[in-house]
Protein backbone atom coordinates (compact mmCIF):
# COMPACT_ATOMS: atom_id res chain seq x y z
CA UNK A 1 0.00 0.00 0.00
CA UNK A 2 1.62 3.23 -0.57
CA UNK A 3 -0.43 6.87 -0.69
CA UNK A 4 -4.18 7.01 -0.58
CA UNK A 5 -6.28 6.00 -3.15
CA UNK A 6 -7.27 9.17 -5.14
CA UNK A 7 -4.55 11.30 -4.10
CA UNK A 8 -2.10 13.68 -6.95
CA UNK A 9 1.18 12.39 -5.33
CA UNK A 10 3.07 14.24 -7.15
CA UNK A 11 1.58 17.49 -6.14
CA UNK A 12 1.89 16.76 -2.27
CA UNK A 13 5.46 16.27 -3.20
CA UNK A 14 5.89 19.29 -4.98
CA UNK A 15 4.11 21.24 -1.77
CA UNK A 16 6.28 19.27 0.52
CA UNK A 17 9.09 21.60 -1.53
CA UNK A 18 7.22 25.04 -2.69
CA UNK A 19 5.41 25.53 0.85
CA UNK A 20 6.11 23.53 3.92
CA UNK A 21 8.68 24.69 6.27
CA UNK A 22 10.10 21.72 8.17
CA UNK A 23 11.20 21.69 11.71
CA UNK A 24 14.89 21.77 12.59
CA UNK A 25 15.44 20.75 9.15
CA UNK A 26 18.39 21.58 6.55
CA UNK A 27 15.95 22.94 3.40
CA UNK A 28 18.99 23.17 1.22
CA UNK A 29 19.52 19.24 1.66
CA UNK A 30 16.10 19.01 -0.31
CA UNK A 31 17.29 21.28 -3.50
CA UNK A 32 17.78 18.21 -5.72
CA UNK A 33 16.42 15.20 -3.58
CA UNK A 34 12.68 14.12 -2.58
CA UNK A 35 11.31 15.17 0.82
CA UNK A 36 10.68 12.07 2.77
CA UNK A 37 6.83 11.56 2.67
CA UNK A 38 5.70 9.24 5.59
CA UNK A 39 1.99 8.26 5.09
CA UNK A 40 0.84 5.97 7.16
CA UNK A 41 1.74 3.49 10.42
CA UNK A 42 1.44 -0.08 11.77
CA UNK A 43 2.55 -1.39 14.93
CA UNK A 44 6.07 -1.04 15.15
CA UNK A 45 6.93 0.56 11.68
CA UNK A 46 5.40 3.76 9.14
CA UNK A 47 5.57 3.92 5.40
CA UNK A 48 6.54 6.15 3.20
CA UNK A 49 4.99 7.41 -0.30
CA UNK A 50 6.28 4.85 -2.26
CA UNK A 51 5.16 1.69 -0.46
CA UNK A 52 8.59 1.30 1.63
CA UNK A 53 8.67 0.31 5.20
CA UNK A 54 10.21 1.66 8.18
CA UNK A 55 10.89 0.21 11.49
CA UNK A 56 10.17 3.44 13.56
CA UNK A 57 13.31 3.26 16.47
CA UNK A 58 12.59 6.96 17.69
CA UNK A 59 8.43 6.13 17.97
CA UNK A 60 7.97 9.28 16.32
CA UNK A 61 9.87 11.55 18.31
CA UNK A 62 9.74 9.93 21.49
CA UNK A 63 6.30 10.10 21.37
CA UNK A 64 4.19 6.57 20.10
CA UNK A 65 4.55 4.61 22.89
CA UNK A 66 1.35 2.44 21.86
CA UNK A 67 2.52 2.09 18.70
CA UNK A 68 0.78 3.13 15.18
CA UNK A 69 -2.64 2.55 13.87
CA UNK A 70 -4.51 2.30 17.72
CA UNK A 71 -8.27 2.34 16.04
CA UNK A 72 -9.44 3.18 19.75
CA UNK A 73 -7.02 6.11 20.19
CA UNK A 74 -8.83 7.59 16.74
CA UNK A 75 -12.12 6.34 18.17
CA UNK A 76 -12.00 8.18 21.31
CA UNK A 77 -11.22 11.19 19.32
CA UNK A 78 -14.28 11.33 16.98
CA UNK A 79 -16.08 10.39 20.12
CA UNK A 80 -15.06 13.51 22.11
CA UNK A 81 -15.50 15.41 18.78
CA UNK A 82 -19.11 14.64 18.17
CA UNK A 83 -19.67 15.59 21.76
CA UNK A 84 -17.49 18.31 22.71
CA UNK A 85 -15.05 19.36 19.96
CA UNK A 86 -13.69 22.58 22.04
CA UNK A 87 -13.71 24.53 25.19
CA UNK A 88 -11.35 26.28 27.18
CA UNK A 89 -10.15 25.84 30.93
CA UNK A 90 -10.45 29.65 31.70
CA UNK A 91 -12.27 29.48 34.27
CA UNK A 92 -14.19 26.65 33.59
CA UNK A 93 -13.69 22.68 32.87
CA UNK A 94 -14.77 20.10 31.07
CA UNK A 95 -15.27 16.36 32.14
CA UNK A 96 -12.40 14.69 30.29
CA UNK A 97 -9.59 17.26 31.75
CA UNK A 98 -11.11 16.86 35.15
CA UNK A 99 -10.68 13.04 34.83
CA UNK A 100 -7.88 13.14 33.01
CA UNK A 101 -6.81 15.64 35.63
CA UNK A 102 -7.37 12.56 38.78
CA UNK A 103 -6.10 9.92 36.37
CA UNK A 104 -2.62 12.11 36.48
CA UNK A 105 -2.80 12.89 40.13
CA UNK A 106 -3.43 9.13 40.93
CA UNK A 107 -0.25 8.30 38.86
CA UNK A 108 2.25 10.68 40.30
CA UNK A 109 4.36 10.48 43.16
CA UNK A 110 3.88 12.12 46.47
CA UNK A 111 1.73 15.07 46.65
CA UNK A 112 1.81 16.07 42.84
CA UNK A 113 -1.78 16.91 42.31
CA UNK A 114 -2.31 19.55 40.67
CA UNK A 115 -2.24 19.32 36.66
CA UNK A 116 -2.08 22.60 34.72
CA UNK A 117 -2.64 20.83 31.12
CA UNK A 118 -0.71 22.84 27.62
CA UNK A 119 -0.57 21.73 24.26
CA UNK A 120 3.05 20.45 24.41
CA UNK A 121 6.33 20.12 26.50
CA UNK A 122 8.03 22.80 25.84
CA UNK A 123 4.94 25.12 26.94
CA UNK A 124 5.05 22.57 30.44
CA UNK A 125 8.33 23.83 30.92
CA UNK A 126 7.86 27.74 30.21
CA UNK A 127 5.03 27.02 32.75
CA UNK A 128 7.14 25.27 35.27
CA UNK A 129 9.07 28.44 35.24
CA UNK A 130 6.65 31.06 35.28
CA UNK A 131 5.35 29.06 38.35
CA UNK A 132 8.38 28.88 40.81
CA UNK A 133 9.01 32.57 39.97
CA UNK A 134 5.27 33.04 41.32
CA UNK A 135 4.74 30.86 43.83
CA UNK A 136 8.14 32.64 45.60
CA UNK A 137 7.11 36.08 45.31
CA UNK A 138 3.96 34.99 46.62
CA UNK A 139 5.84 33.66 49.49
CA UNK A 140 8.19 36.30 50.71
CA UNK A 141 11.00 35.67 48.56
CA UNK A 142 10.58 37.62 45.86
CA UNK A 143 14.58 37.17 44.51
CA UNK A 144 14.00 33.54 43.76
CA UNK A 145 13.92 33.22 39.94
CA UNK A 146 17.19 31.62 38.57
CA UNK A 147 17.21 28.22 37.06
CA UNK A 148 19.83 25.39 37.27
CA UNK A 149 19.87 23.24 34.39
CA UNK A 150 22.64 20.70 32.84
CA UNK A 151 24.94 20.75 29.94
CA UNK A 152 24.08 19.70 26.64
CA UNK A 153 19.87 18.76 28.01
CA UNK A 154 17.38 20.40 25.93
CA UNK A 155 14.26 21.85 27.36
CA UNK A 156 12.64 23.41 24.18
CA UNK A 157 11.80 25.54 22.28
CA UNK A 158 10.02 28.97 23.66
CA UNK A 159 12.05 31.60 24.69
CA UNK A 160 11.86 30.91 28.69
CA UNK A 161 12.62 26.90 27.80
CA UNK A 162 15.19 28.03 25.70
CA UNK A 163 16.64 29.59 28.03
CA UNK A 164 16.79 26.46 30.46
CA UNK A 165 18.63 24.65 27.60
CA UNK A 166 22.43 24.15 27.68
CA UNK A 167 23.20 23.81 23.55
CA UNK A 168 24.45 26.96 22.53
CA UNK A 169 23.68 26.26 18.94
CA UNK A 170 20.45 26.26 19.86
CA UNK A 171 20.20 29.78 21.20
CA UNK A 172 22.55 31.87 19.69
CA UNK A 173 20.20 33.17 16.54
CA UNK A 174 17.64 34.10 19.37
CA UNK A 175 19.47 35.80 21.94
CA UNK A 176 19.26 37.74 23.89
CA UNK A 177 16.80 35.21 26.09
CA UNK A 178 15.39 35.78 29.42
CA UNK A 179 17.64 36.13 31.58
CA UNK A 180 19.11 34.09 35.39
CA UNK A 181 19.79 30.23 33.65
CA UNK A 182 22.73 28.52 35.30
CA UNK A 183 24.68 25.79 33.65
CA UNK A 184 25.94 22.30 35.30
CA UNK A 185 27.89 19.46 34.03
CA UNK A 186 25.69 16.83 33.20
CA UNK A 187 25.73 12.90 33.99
CA UNK A 188 27.56 11.40 31.37
CA UNK A 189 30.04 9.00 33.26
CA UNK A 190 31.29 7.82 29.87
CA UNK A 191 33.23 11.51 30.37
CA UNK A 192 33.31 11.63 33.89
CA UNK A 193 37.53 11.74 33.52
CA UNK A 194 37.04 14.67 30.94
CA UNK A 195 34.15 16.60 32.68
CA UNK A 196 36.08 16.45 36.78
CA UNK A 197 39.39 16.43 35.38
CA UNK A 198 39.52 13.33 37.87
CA UNK A 199 40.59 9.85 36.89
CA UNK A 200 38.71 6.46 37.54
CA UNK A 201 35.64 7.90 39.29
CA UNK A 202 32.89 5.01 40.29
CA UNK A 203 29.43 6.37 39.03
CA UNK A 204 28.41 6.45 42.76
CA UNK A 205 31.28 8.68 43.28
CA UNK A 206 30.55 10.48 39.71
CA UNK A 207 26.71 11.02 40.61
CA UNK A 208 28.03 12.88 44.04
CA UNK A 209 30.69 14.85 42.17
CA UNK A 210 27.77 15.84 39.47
CA UNK A 211 24.99 16.84 42.33
CA UNK A 212 27.72 18.69 44.43
CA UNK A 213 28.14 21.28 41.24
CA UNK A 214 24.53 22.18 41.46
CA UNK A 215 25.07 22.78 45.56
CA UNK A 216 28.21 24.95 44.49
CA UNK A 217 25.83 26.67 41.58
CA UNK A 218 23.23 27.71 43.93
CA UNK A 219 25.99 29.03 46.56
CA UNK A 220 27.55 30.91 43.90
CA UNK A 221 24.42 32.76 42.58
CA UNK A 222 22.97 32.87 46.07
CA UNK A 223 20.38 30.90 47.42
CA UNK A 224 17.62 34.00 47.62
CA UNK A 225 18.05 33.80 43.97
CA UNK A 226 17.54 30.53 42.97
CA UNK A 227 13.84 29.09 42.10
CA UNK A 228 14.69 26.07 40.73
CA UNK A 229 16.67 23.03 38.92
CA UNK A 230 15.10 21.58 36.06
CA UNK A 231 16.55 17.93 35.15
CA UNK A 232 15.57 14.65 33.07
CA UNK A 233 15.63 11.35 34.40
CA UNK A 234 17.57 10.49 31.63
CA UNK A 235 18.97 13.48 29.84
CA UNK A 236 18.05 13.07 26.20
CA UNK A 237 20.43 15.46 24.41
CA UNK A 238 23.88 13.95 24.17
CA UNK A 239 22.80 10.60 23.88
CA UNK A 240 20.56 9.56 27.14
CA UNK A 241 22.63 10.20 30.26
CA UNK A 242 21.46 7.62 32.88
CA UNK A 243 21.39 9.43 36.42
CA UNK A 244 24.56 7.17 38.41
CA UNK A 245 23.28 5.85 41.44
CA UNK A 246 22.80 8.27 44.36
CA UNK A 247 22.68 11.24 42.11
CA UNK A 248 18.83 11.83 42.78
CA UNK A 249 18.90 11.41 46.40
CA UNK A 250 21.68 14.06 46.84
CA UNK A 251 19.95 16.64 44.26
CA UNK A 252 16.54 16.32 46.57
CA UNK A 253 18.13 17.18 49.84
CA UNK A 254 20.44 19.81 47.91
CA UNK A 255 16.91 21.46 47.18
CA UNK A 256 15.63 20.66 50.19
CA UNK A 257 18.40 22.59 51.93
CA UNK A 258 18.56 25.94 49.38
CA UNK A 259 14.25 25.89 49.51
CA UNK A 260 14.98 25.34 45.35
CA UNK A 261 12.19 23.63 43.62
CA UNK A 262 13.36 20.03 41.82
CA UNK A 263 11.75 20.02 38.67
CA UNK A 264 11.68 16.48 36.77
CA UNK A 265 11.64 17.21 33.02
CA UNK A 266 10.23 14.09 31.76
CA UNK A 267 8.44 15.42 28.78
CA UNK A 268 10.71 11.85 26.92
CA UNK A 269 10.52 9.91 30.45
CA UNK A 270 7.15 9.86 31.48
CA UNK A 271 4.23 7.35 30.32
CA UNK A 272 6.42 4.21 30.35
CA UNK A 273 9.42 5.47 28.20
CA UNK A 274 11.56 3.81 31.23
CA UNK A 275 9.41 0.94 31.96
CA UNK A 276 7.42 3.14 35.18
CA UNK A 277 4.31 5.83 34.28
CA UNK A 278 6.68 8.62 35.78
CA UNK A 279 10.77 8.51 34.99
CA UNK A 280 11.07 9.93 38.66
CA UNK A 281 10.06 6.65 40.02
CA UNK A 282 12.01 4.37 37.94
CA UNK A 283 15.41 6.27 40.29
CA UNK A 284 13.43 6.73 43.30
CA UNK A 285 12.98 10.48 44.16
CA UNK A 286 10.02 12.95 44.18
CA UNK A 287 9.88 15.90 42.44
CA UNK A 288 8.36 19.18 42.87
CA UNK A 289 7.41 19.61 39.38
CA UNK A 290 7.11 17.20 36.88
CA UNK A 291 6.67 18.29 33.13
CA UNK A 292 5.22 16.17 30.54
CA UNK A 293 3.30 15.37 26.90
CA UNK A 294 4.58 13.21 24.24
CA UNK A 295 3.36 9.72 25.36
CA UNK A 296 0.87 10.89 26.87
CA UNK A 297 -2.02 10.72 24.23
CA UNK A 298 0.51 8.27 22.35
CA UNK A 299 1.27 11.65 19.96
CA UNK A 300 -2.45 10.91 18.57
CA UNK A 301 -3.79 14.35 19.82
CA UNK A 302 -1.34 16.34 21.32
CA UNK A 303 -1.64 17.81 24.72
CA UNK A 304 1.21 18.49 28.07
CA UNK A 305 0.99 18.98 31.43
CA UNK A 306 3.08 20.58 34.31
CA UNK A 307 1.72 18.78 37.40
CA UNK A 308 2.67 20.34 40.35
CA UNK A 309 2.92 19.54 44.45
CA UNK A 310 -0.38 20.69 46.57
CA UNK A 311 2.20 22.80 48.60
CA UNK A 312 3.55 25.23 45.32
CA UNK A 313 -1.52 25.42 44.60
CA UNK A 314 -1.65 26.59 48.72
CA UNK A 315 -0.73 30.33 47.62
CA UNK A 316 -3.27 30.34 44.89
CA UNK A 317 -6.40 29.13 46.99
CA UNK A 318 -6.59 33.10 48.24
CA UNK A 319 -9.92 34.25 46.85
CA UNK A 320 -7.84 36.98 44.73
CA UNK A 321 -4.71 35.47 43.42
CA UNK A 322 -4.08 33.29 40.11
CA UNK A 323 -1.43 32.27 38.12
CA UNK A 324 -1.85 34.31 35.04
CA UNK A 325 -0.87 32.15 32.11
CA UNK A 326 -2.53 29.98 30.26
CA UNK A 327 -3.28 28.00 26.68
CA UNK A 328 -6.32 28.10 23.84
CA UNK A 329 -5.98 24.39 23.18
CA UNK A 330 -4.41 23.30 26.89
CA UNK A 331 -5.84 20.22 28.24
CA UNK A 332 -8.28 20.39 25.09
CA UNK A 333 -11.05 18.05 25.05
CA UNK A 334 -10.19 15.48 22.18
CA UNK A 335 -6.69 15.32 23.53
CA UNK A 336 -7.80 14.51 27.17
CA UNK A 337 -9.88 11.88 26.14
CA UNK A 338 -7.40 10.48 24.24
CA UNK A 339 -4.92 10.54 26.51
CA UNK A 340 -7.69 8.99 29.17
CA UNK A 341 -7.92 5.80 26.22
CA UNK A 342 -4.01 5.55 26.08
CA UNK A 343 -4.40 4.90 29.52
CA UNK A 344 -6.92 2.82 29.35
CA UNK A 345 -4.73 0.62 26.91
CA UNK A 346 -1.06 0.69 28.85
CA UNK A 347 -3.34 -1.01 31.67
CA UNK A 348 -4.80 -3.46 29.50
CA UNK A 349 -2.27 -4.37 27.68
CA UNK A 350 0.43 -3.95 30.70
CA UNK A 351 2.39 -1.60 28.56
CA UNK A 352 4.91 -0.82 31.64
CA UNK A 353 5.44 -4.32 32.86
CA UNK A 354 6.21 -5.02 28.92
CA UNK A 355 9.58 -2.25 29.32
CA UNK A 356 10.35 -3.98 32.93
CA UNK A 357 10.82 -7.28 31.52
CA UNK A 358 12.25 -6.54 27.97
CA UNK A 359 14.92 -3.66 28.90
CA UNK A 360 17.63 -6.19 29.33
CA UNK A 361 16.51 -7.76 26.50
CA UNK A 362 17.25 -4.55 24.41
CA UNK A 363 19.95 -3.42 26.18
CA UNK A 364 21.73 -6.48 25.54
CA UNK A 365 21.24 -6.64 22.17
CA UNK A 366 22.17 -3.35 21.70
CA UNK A 367 25.51 -4.17 23.68
CA UNK A 368 26.20 -6.87 20.82
CA UNK A 369 27.46 -3.38 19.13
CA UNK A 370 30.65 -3.26 21.41
CA UNK A 371 32.61 -5.65 19.20
CA UNK A 372 32.32 -2.76 16.09
CA UNK A 373 35.38 -0.49 16.71
CA UNK A 374 33.64 2.97 16.03
CA UNK A 375 31.08 2.11 18.75
CA UNK A 376 32.28 3.95 22.20
CA UNK A 377 29.08 3.59 24.62
CA UNK A 378 25.67 2.00 24.86
CA UNK A 379 24.15 3.34 27.67
CA UNK A 380 20.51 4.48 28.91
CA UNK A 381 17.14 3.08 30.73
CA UNK A 382 13.91 0.97 29.51
CA UNK A 383 13.15 1.57 26.16
CA UNK A 384 15.45 5.05 25.77
CA UNK A 385 19.02 4.44 24.34
CA UNK A 386 22.25 5.93 22.91
CA UNK A 387 24.80 4.68 21.11
CA UNK A 388 27.73 7.19 21.32
CA UNK A 389 30.59 6.60 18.61
CA UNK A 390 34.33 6.84 18.62
CA UNK A 391 37.10 7.30 16.76
CA UNK A 392 39.28 5.29 19.56
CA UNK A 393 37.78 3.02 21.77
CA UNK A 394 40.80 2.99 23.81
CA UNK A 395 41.34 6.62 24.60
CA UNK A 396 37.59 7.49 23.63
CA UNK A 397 39.11 9.92 21.45
CA UNK A 398 35.92 11.67 19.48
CA UNK A 399 35.29 13.05 16.11
CA UNK A 400 36.02 16.47 15.15
CA UNK A 401 33.44 19.16 13.95
CA UNK A 402 34.39 18.46 10.47
CA UNK A 403 34.20 14.67 10.71
CA UNK A 404 30.88 14.75 12.72
CA UNK A 405 29.30 16.65 10.22
CA UNK A 406 30.22 14.39 7.26
CA UNK A 407 29.85 11.04 9.09
CA UNK A 408 26.38 12.04 10.82
CA UNK A 409 24.64 14.06 8.53
CA UNK A 410 26.52 13.06 5.19
CA UNK A 411 26.29 9.70 5.57
CA UNK A 412 24.74 8.20 8.67
CA UNK A 413 21.10 10.15 8.88
CA UNK A 414 20.34 8.82 5.58
CA UNK A 415 22.38 5.40 4.90
CA UNK A 416 19.76 4.69 8.26
CA UNK A 417 16.65 5.33 7.20
CA UNK A 418 17.72 3.66 3.71
CA UNK A 419 18.05 0.88 5.70
CA UNK A 420 14.98 0.83 6.08
CA UNK A 421 15.38 2.34 10.08
CA UNK A 422 13.92 5.47 11.57
CA UNK A 423 16.30 6.99 14.51
CA UNK A 424 18.14 9.81 15.55
CA UNK A 425 21.77 10.56 14.56
CA UNK A 426 22.65 13.29 16.90
CA UNK A 427 25.76 15.69 17.49
CA UNK A 428 24.34 18.07 20.02
CA UNK A 429 26.80 16.66 21.91
CA UNK A 430 29.48 13.79 21.16
CA UNK A 431 28.19 11.96 18.20
CA UNK A 432 25.59 8.99 18.84
CA UNK A 433 23.24 7.31 17.62
CA UNK A 434 19.38 7.20 19.66
CA UNK A 435 16.89 4.71 19.93
CA UNK A 436 13.42 4.98 21.49
CA UNK A 437 10.84 2.78 19.97
CA UNK A 438 7.13 1.96 20.51
CA UNK A 439 6.84 0.51 23.63
CA UNK A 440 5.19 -2.59 22.36
CA UNK A 441 8.38 -3.87 21.03
CA UNK A 442 10.36 -6.39 21.62
CA UNK A 443 13.11 -8.65 21.00
CA UNK A 444 12.21 -9.78 17.08
CA UNK A 445 12.35 -5.59 16.80
CA UNK A 446 15.47 -4.94 18.57
CA UNK A 447 17.43 -7.68 16.53
CA UNK A 448 16.07 -5.87 13.61
CA UNK A 449 17.54 -3.01 15.19
CA UNK A 450 21.11 -4.25 15.57
CA UNK A 451 21.25 -5.65 12.18
CA UNK A 452 20.39 -2.64 10.45
CA UNK A 453 22.54 -0.62 12.68
CA UNK A 454 25.44 -3.36 12.46
CA UNK A 455 25.34 -2.84 8.44
CA UNK A 456 25.40 0.83 8.06
CA UNK A 457 27.79 1.36 11.46
CA UNK A 458 30.48 -1.22 9.76
CA UNK A 459 30.46 0.87 6.28
CA UNK A 460 30.60 4.08 8.67
CA UNK A 461 33.74 3.51 9.38
CA UNK A 462 35.26 1.84 6.59
CA UNK A 463 34.31 5.14 5.26
CA UNK A 464 36.70 7.07 7.71
Known amino acids: MTY ?7 SVMKAAQDNLWMHFTRHGAYQDAEVPMIVRGEGAYVYDVHGKRYLD ?39 KAAELAQRLAEQTPGDLNRVFFTTGGGEAVETAWKLAKQYFKMTGKPLKHKVISRQIAYHGTPQGALSITGIPLFKQMFEPLVPGSVRVPNTNHYRADEITGVAGMTPEQYGYWAAERVARAIEMEGPDTVAAVFVEPVQNAGGCFPPPPGYFQRLREICDEYDVLLVSDEVICAFGRLGTMFGGQK ?42 HGYTFGGHPVSAAVALANLDLFEREDLLGHVTRNEPVFRSTLERLHDLPIVGDVRGSGFFWGIELVKDKATKETFTADESERMLRGFLSKALFDAGLYCRADDRGDPVIQLAPPLICGPKEFDEIESMLRSVLTEAWNRL
Open 57 to 95: GLAGLFVVQAGHGRSELAEAAAKQAQELAFFPLWSYAHP
Open 4 to 10: PENTDVA
Open 283 to 324: FDYVPDIITCAKGMTSGYSPIGAMIASERLFEPFKQPTEMFA
